[in-house]
């Protein structure tokens, strides 16, 4: 990764080549050494000038992946454009370290299960996993070089944060936003344990329809028999009722009879529900407490009775019979074997079709009956859709992602979850009455597992023994007030009232995330930031897609297309990964190339040669002339243009556009134009002056892509030895604002043109650049260059064309598509050949047309290049705004 290291190592220095590896440890170090990014939240500030992002905590299950780089990354871009933009940042950094994937994590590193230990005990265990790893992943995110302010960090599980979470749930309660109910919940098998809606998702797996007959058990039935289809004969043991569209006059007859369960014997009603899909299988289905959600609906509104057939785990229970203690895959499979036996198998073919998984563990869920803690949502759906309205979304194409998460919302959230390691709910029952008593706010965190409630009896009943609620909160119920946490929101006893340590920071200016979580962490965040303060918690939202493989695949590591950032950063500076991670829109899924890394590295090349040249054509500090000359007051005003177009897209979030726009001015009209002019213009205080304005300005646009590159320049060229880093850090340095300068752009950049066509010119003919040119001639736009152009390319005779010189446009060449043409005039292509070879066709430019021998060929089909000779005196050179003639 070296390249060409420099002499001395210790300070920053321009000798030598860019030594990335020394010199971005270095800053790395000495970044944190000296709080350059902290944000001092004791100082009272204006909440205006304060820029406030609610980072993503992420999840301690494992170590850096591509994701993670790129995700904070552009949260990087946008701070530090802020901290020099606007001055006050605060780019805190979490870790989500409770709940499931902890738990797993901790599980599969001990190799160990937590249902063999006392919750406390596996707590502490979780807490020694998660901590090893939060150590490894803070020293990755540090070798980013990210600008996180490691003064501000905060842990899920940590005391003040529990506090944060308990409060949010007792001010819920008290709202009258929370319930506890027993009823239908989704189940996970494996984590045995409540989800909510979100944590599910739709899974293409292959099954079986089975097409099941059942008996109908009066002997005046209409008919004998009807037929079900289903794809889990496991949940026929469970089945307690059927049921039959009104609309469908094929079974009406089945309405009011009573069905016998094939093999196990039980009967059950015939019942007419609107809810039946007529199209699928027989349109006839049995409802199963529970299949679906269509069961749960039907089981409440129709009052039927509940039998369990599955227990927590996915075994079949005493219900099932002769199945007993099977899985659900093994009684599917026996009940189906037997249903054949018994005759009652129809049909049986394969499908494929969606099946609802739990999203961290792919186990298909259940749906069972068990007392759970909801936060209410769903009459609150309105408002939290004008809630994500009143945002910036960047892209704005995200908000419909949000908008169709809300539409399609059949649940209220439920927050509880059966698990050890997370924040335990504040809550004891009367082991009487079942009255919940809260605990006091002035007492969290509490864990009621190991604490005494606030009352010695019961409110209610006055009973004297209490049941401690043994449940935790799901993950994102507290991960859903970060922006909260970050502002030090709190209950305030004396004022009864909640307060925030920081109110300036809330609401926070931007959310960034991943596409990918914004039915999870923005959503819940909105509802509960909402809920608790009535605002919209952060301005803006920057959602960031997903890194892709070189074939635009998802990485994976069953498919073993996964890149690893430890590789990448080991072959890479970390500045050329964040010019890679700057190259695609925010939003955009985009593949993993090596091209853009490469790129990244040529470019920090690029700055370190063109800081050393600047070193050698001008003083540091050079005063301003009285007047600037034409090609350098056209310079500053070109970058005038340039700083105030990156401002906009900086603004807007949009990196890549201004990555690319400042690329392209730095290397083409900076490096490869206007450097080459100063070369013969080093002792020009004009060009002196305006070599200084523009290399301090690049450094410090440059600045948020390539902090490490820029700093070491910066502290070498323009910083006196000894000076405060916290101080003079180009990091902290005011952003670059338009100077005013004026000048005729359009004419400077012809002028520019002139004087590339002339050097390539002494060039391609071996001359030296500071050979004499006799007479030139230049029809365009270069009013108020004409000297600059002369002096620079050695002109002895320079003149302004009025008119276009005659130039003529002629065919050169005509391109035939063969592979269409064939086909099409077979054995007539050799005579198409000849005409164009002999010159006697016809090309109708207004129809779109070629005529030759005898046909007429579509535009399609050929392509014609054109050839531009000049027939004067001298030889023509063409640019792009520009005819150069030379004599």
């Known amino acids: 990764m070296s390249m060409d290291a420099p002499e001395h190592e210790d300070e920053p220095s321009l ?33 205006n000038t304060v820029y406030s992002i609610d980072t993503p905590p992420p999840t301690v299950s494992g170590s850096l992946h591509m994701g993670h780089l790129y995700g904070s990354t552009l949260q990087d871009f946008a701070a530090r454009f802020q901290r020099m933009h606007d001055g006050d940042v605060l780019f805190p950094f979490g870790y989500d370290d409770n709940g499931i994937a902890s738990e797993r994590l901790t599980e599969s590193e001990l190799d160990i299960r937590h249902q063999d230990y006392e919750r406390r005990e596996f707590q502490e265990l979780c807490r020694e996993v998660c901590q090893e790893y939060e150590d490894e992943f803070t020293e990755k995110m540090q070798d980013l070089g990210t600008s996180i302010d490691w003064n501000n960090t905060y842990k899920t599980i940590e005391p003040r944060v529990q506090r944060i979470s308990q409060l949010s749930f007792l001010d819920l309660h008290e709202k009258g936003r929370e319930y506890r109910k027993k009823a239908p919940a989704i189940w996970c098998p494996d984590c045995e344990t409540a989800i909510s809606q979100v944590e599910m998702e739709d899974d293409e797996r292959g099954s079986h329809f089975n097409d099941i007959a059942f008996e109908l058990a009066s002997s005046d039935a209409p008919r004998e028999e009807f037929v079900i289809s289903t794809t889990r004969p496991e ?45 699928k299988g027989s349109g006839v289905v049995m409802c199963c407490t529970f299949g679906d959600q269509n069961d749960i609906e039907w089981y409440q509104a129709h009052d039927l009775p509940l039998r369990v057939a599955i227990d927590e785990s996915a075994t079949m229970t005493d219900l099932a019979g002769d199945y007993e203690g099977m899985s659900t895959e093994e009684a599917r499979e026996a009940i189906v074997e037997d249903l054949e036996d018994e005759g009652y198998l129809r049909d049986r073919r394969e499908i494929t079709h969606a099946v609802q998984v739990h999203e961290r563990c792919d186990t298909a869920v259940e749906y069972r009956v068990s007392k759970q803690w909801y936060v209410e949502i769903l009459d609150h759906k309105e408002e939290y859709l004008e809630a994500g309205r009143e945002m910036d979304w960047y892209p704005e194409k995200m908000f419909s992602r949000y908008e169709h998460w809300i539409e399609g919302l ?40 190991s604490d005494e409630p606030p009352v010695d009896s019961c409110p209610e009943c006055g009973h004297g023994e209490f049941v401690p609620e043994e449940d935790v909160f799901d993950t994102w119920a507290t991960s859903s007030l970060t922006p909260l946490i970050n ?57 960031n897609g997903h890194v892709l493989d070189e074939n635009r695949e998802k990485m994976s590591k069953s498919r073993g297309n996964v890149v690893e950032p430890d590789k990448v950063l080991s072959e890479y500076p970390v500045d050329a990964v964040r010019f890679w991670a700057a190259s695609a829109a925010v939003g955009d899924d985009f593949p993993y190339q090596e091209k853009d890394l490469t790129a990244g590295e040529k470019l920090l090349r690029k700055l370190w040669n063109a800081s050393k040249l600047v070193d050698t054509l001008a003083p540091a500090h050079p005063d301003e002339p009285a007047e600037l000359e034409a090609i350098d007051r056209w310079l500053l005003a070109e970058l005038d243009d340039a700083v105030a177009d990156l401002t906009a897209h900086l603004e807007d979030y949009e990196f890549a556009k201004a990555r690319d726009r400042l690329r392209t001015f730095f290397w083409n009209t900076f490096c490869d134009d206007y450097l080459e002019i100063a070369k013969t213009r080093e002792d020009n205080p ?75 010119y002494k060039s391609e003919n071996q001359l030296p650049l500071n050979a004499d040119l006799e007479s030139v001639a230049v029809y365009g736009s270069i009013e108020g260059f004409e000297d600059a152009i002369q002096h620079v390319m050695h002109v002895q005779e320079l003149t302004v064309l009025a008119e276009q010189p005659e130039i003529t446009t002629e065919v050169a060449e005509i391109d035939l598509d063969y592979s269409t043409l064939g086909p099409k005039f077979g054995s007539k292509v050799g005579e198409i050949d000849a005409g164009i070879e002999s010159g006697e066709y016809e090309i109708d430019e207004e129809e779109g047309v070629l005529r030759v021998a005898g046909e007429e060929l579509a535009d399609e089909l050929f392509e014609v290049e054109l050839e531009r000779t000049y027939s004067g005196d001298g030889e023509m050179i063409e640019t792009e705004s520009a005819v150069v003639i030379l004599e």
């Open 686 to 760: 004009s060009t002196q002056y305006a070599l200084r304005t523009a290399h301090r300005t690049f450094l410090e646009l440059w600045a948020p892509f390539l902090p490490h590159a820029t700093e070491e320049i910066w502290q070498a060229v323009y910083v006196n030895d000894g000076a405060d880093l916290d101080e003079s850090s180009i990091h902290v340095r005011d952003w670059p604002a338009p100077q005013g300068y004026e000048a005729d752009l359009e004419a400077g950049e012809t002028a520019m043109e002139v004087i590339s066509a002339l050097r390539r």
């Open 487 to 543: 502002a030090g929101w709190d209950w305030d006893a004396e004022s009864e009232s909640f307060t925030m340590d920081n109110p300036e920071l809330y609401p926070f200016d931007l959310r960034p995330q991943g596409h990918d979580i914004i039915s999870f962490w923005l959503f819940h965040t909105i509802v509960k930031c909402y809920e608790h303060t009535g605002e919209v918690p952060f301005d803006a939202t920057m959602i």
């Open 15 to 47: 000798e030598g080549g860019y030594d990335p590896e020394t010199v971005e440890s270095r800053w790395q170090q000495r970044w944190i050494d000296a709080d350059v990014y902290a944000y001092d939240g004791d100082e009272k500030r204006d909440p």
């Open 235 to 279: 949940l026929i043991p469970a089945c307690v009722s059927v049921f039959v569209h009104p609309d469908d006059e094929d079974n009406q007859d089945l309405v009011g009879e009573t069905a016998r369960i094939p093999i196990f014997g039980h009967e059950v009603p015939i019942i007419e529900d609107e809810r039946v899909d007529m199209e």
């Open 410 to 449: 059949e649940w209220d959230w439920l927050i509880s979850r059966q698990r050890d390691s997370g924040i335990p709910f504040p809550v004891w029952y009367c082991g009487d009455c079942d009255e919940p008593i809260m605990a006091e706010r002035e007492a969290l965190p509490v864990d009621p597992l």
